[in-house]
């Protein structure tokens, strides 16, 4: 199997810029996750998907953070306007039938200038 | 308080020993815990989950739960410089389904 598969791994933009973050999870995993990485917070869960239905989004930061999974294969972290405190690593990671045992991506690093 | 805490590190034990990362959590109802491994600039990496009281062994790595005093803790024997990284206690707490990630314990090998 692939793994669960993140595009693009590195993303440079500026402030006000929009921002969209791919992931493709695991075929057959039914729990998709996306989190964000950084040296102040730890890795922190923004929100995750079940069944492509989202679950909880109690950890996306604001209404300038959207995610969508228009299907089972595919998943978008959007972020619009992005603003420099956005800067961090974004790591969507996958499981299959429970939330337990998760697979992550390689991660994208973002970098808002 | 923090929902899972750990010693953030670095520990530093010499090759061939035993290295002990410890974690404690605070949801007394906690059920599932695991630990992952996360290279410098890589992604974190499930190396083990345990979900009754008592040990779990897997090859080098033996894991560690006392739901009774909300500790788990992971002991790597034979330590390795491969092993070095950072070690990340994960718990999903109560009834809740998803993860909460402690900060991770640095971990170095040295020669």
């Known amino acids: 199997d692939a793994g669960v598969i993140q595009s693009p791994r590195h993303e440079v933009t500026e402030m006000g810029q929009e921002v969209t973050l791919r992931c493709k999870p695991i075929?057959?995993?039914?729990?998709l996750f996306w989190y964000r990485q950084t040296m102040m917070r730890g890795l922190e869960l923004l929100i995750y998907?079940?069944?492509?239905?989202?679950?909880?989004d109690s950890g996306m930061p604001e209404d300038r953070f959207s995610a969508k999974m228009p299907n089972a294969s595919f998943s978008t972290l959007k972020i619009q306007p992005s603003e420099p405190r956005d800067s961090a690593v974004y790591f969507c990671?996958?499981?299959?039938?429970?939330?337990?045992?998760?697979?992550f991506g390689p991660g994208t690093r973002l970098t808002v200038t | 308080q923090k929902e899972v805490e750990q010693n953030s590190g670095p520990l530093s034990v010499p090759e061939g020993a035993i290295a002990s990362l410890n974690c404690t959590y605070s949801?007394?109802?906690?059920?599932?815990f695991f630990w992952y491994r996360q290279y410098s600039g890589k992604s974190p990496e499930l190396i083990m989950s345990?979900?009754?009281?008592g040990d779990k062994e897997d090859g080098r790595f033996t894991a560690q739960l006392n739901k009774a005093s909300q500790y788990v803790s992971l002991l790597i024997r034979d330590s390795q410089p491969s092993d070095s990284a950072t070690y990340l206690c994960?718990?999903?707490?109560?009834?809740?389904?998803?993860?909460?990630f402690g900060t991770g314990t640095r971990l170095q090998v040295t020669l």
């Open positions: 949801d007394r109802v906690s059920q599932s």
């Open positions: 990671a996958s499981s299959l039938n429970t939330p337990r045992e998760q697979y």
């Open positions: 075929s057959g995993h039914d729990y």
């Open positions: 345990i979900y009754s009281n």
């Open positions: 994960a718990v999903i707490p109560g009834t809740a389904s998803k993860l909460t």
């Open positions: 998907f079940n069944n492509n239905v989202p679950i909880d």
